[in-house]
């Protein structure tokens, strides 16, 4: 079956950068999306087609990809972005829907 | 503003089925997306369940195909899930999603989440 592999953590200071990526081997087929979850929270929408920022979400989210890997960067980390990220997409055939394992960002 | 709102019981015996509600305001389920549930396990990560589209098509995850059905209740502005011979690795949150999405010949051109259910805990026990 299809997999979206992510870093399990990712660690930053706040006012800097923070990278998480997703790697799937149908990428350069598939769009990609990145869900924020906080504890207790069901997840929230903060990029969709790859690099497209719904409305709300503040502009220091981005997203880009390249071959096989999705970004999600957070630019200019607040504490208020410490959460649990996950990239969705679906399989090659588009019969099927994935997500990542998730990745933890935590702001020191 | 669209809400979609979880609920069944939220124990359910070993090999008996469950059974979930999400009721839609502020959109009429019939008109467009996708609608789909999402489950998180203890401690663990997102897994998608399935999904129908307003006309009534659906689509599975292929691990749980065997045993689940997602059916729409338009009268209600409902959808449903159904998931049989349930164990304890189905104790989870279950979470309704809408979608935007696009098909083509079938396929996902694009399909994400963007409203989502506050979720609602089912534990499986005896």
């Known amino acids: 079956s299809y997999e979206l592999t992510q870093p399990p953590s990712v660690s930053v200071s706040p006012g800097q950068t923070a990278t998480i990526t997703c790697s799937g081997d149908?990428?350069?087929?598939?769009?990609a999306y990145w869900y924020q979850q906080k504890p207790g929270q069901a997840p929230v929408l903060v990029i969709y087609k790859d690099s497209e920022r719904p409305s709300g979400i503040p502009e220091r989210f981005s997203g880009s990809s390249s071959g096989t890997t999705v970004t999600l960067t957070i630019s200019g980390v607040q504490a208020e972005d410490e959460a649990d990220y996950y990239c969705?997409?679906?399989?090659?055939?588009?019969?099927?829907?994935?997500f990542g394992g998730g990745t933890k960002l935590t702001v020191l | 503003q669209v809400q979609l709102q979880e609920s069944g019981p939220g124990l359910v015996k070993p090999s008996d089925t469950l059974s979930l509600t999400c009721t839609v305001s502020?959109?009429?389920?019939?008109?467009?997306?996708?609608w789909g549930w999402i489950r998180q396990p203890p401690g663990k990560g997102l897994e998608w369940i399935g999904s129908i589209y307003h006309f009534g098509s659906t689509y599975y995850n292929p691990s749980l195909k065997s045993r689940v059905t997602i059916s729409l209740d338009t009268s209600k502005n409902q959808f449903s899930l159904k998931l049989s011979s349930v164990t304890a690795a189905d104790t989870a949150v279950y979470y309704c999603?809408?979608?935007?999405?696009?098909?083509?010949?079938?396929?996902?051109?694009?399909?994400?989440?963007?409203?989502w259910g506050k979720g609602t805990t089912v534990t499986v026990s005896s």
């Open positions: 149908a990428l350069p087929k598939q769009y």
């Open positions: 502020g959109y009429s389920i019939s008109s467009g997306y996708f």
């Open positions: 969705q997409s679906a399989d090659s055939s588009g019969t099927y829907v994935v």
């Open positions: 999603a809408r979608g935007p999405a696009q098909l083509e010949r079938d396929r996902f051109v694009y399909y994400y989440m963007d409203v």
